[in-house]
């Protein structure tokens, strides 16, 4: 497998006129089927955060970019962002479903990310809620069985790795995290899908089978995560990608969004305890 460390925009700049548009709503589709499954399996309500993205504009002579964002809590799932931005008609696209579980679990947050750069991009990680360094079995739980799916992916000689400039990017990937890119074709994306799928199902397993932790570890797990994913979208090299599409208004609502900032509902820990029940 060979490697990239340009980043992507720069890679978008090289090839800035390719019209995406097919191969992004195959990808947008997926990712709609996906939380449309997600929503057969856990209770979610739409948050109010995401109130007039659905969809919204870029800037006067961007283009035509544009985009969307739905966010959701519940019960067990603490935030949920289904969302894309981008001009696929020029090259680039970024999508995102991405589910941060309840503080009542351990198990690993799910992130899934589909691009077009204009080659496909994509990401999958299960994101830890321990430090794998000192919890050794809890690697072993979750992640050995990715490390499979991480080997198989890197043996395959139609991907290239996607290796981020940003360091601190580098240090939120677990070893088993798939970042990669490949031609945009049907076969590209059917593998995908088909990893992408096997992903998504492990993790709801682990999710229904799991025993809650002990109430007292919740206060302390849900500020870690809150965290953790706002530091993550703080940081998101891509946040300058959105500037310059957006503008700097837009962009930080966006997100505020990603993170939970303006959110309205409860926390997932908290929900029983709320109005929602």
Known sequence: MSKTTRSIIDLVDENPAIDNRAEFTGLWNLLGRLKQELGEEFELHEDGSSDGLQPYRGL??????????????GPEIDWLVHSWVGNPKHS????????SLGAQYDVPHLGLAFGTTPDLFFY?????????????EYMDRYYLEANEQFLELHNDKRFDSFISRDVYTRVAQ???????????????????ERHVRAMLERWVGWVKNTAPQH??????????????????????????????????????RLVRALWGGDRVLPRAHEWRESNHT
């Open 60 to 73: 006067p002579g961007s283009g035509g970019a544009c985009g969307f964002m739905s966010n959701f809590a």
């Open 92 to 99: 680039f696209s970024n999508m995102h479903l991405t589910i």
């Open 174 to 192: 677990t070893a088993t995290s798939l970042c990669l890119i490949a031609p945009l074709d049907d076969q590209v994306t059917t593998t995908v």
């Open 124 to 136: 999958m990680d299960y994101m830890p809620r321990k430090d794998l360094w000192m919890n050794p």
């Open 215 to 252: 109430e007292s570890l919740w206060q302390a797990q849900a500020e870690r995560d809150l965290q953790i994913r706002r530091t993550i979208s703080a940081r998101d090299p891509m946040n300058r990608m959105a500037e310059r599409l957006l503008g700097k208004p837009l962009t930080e």
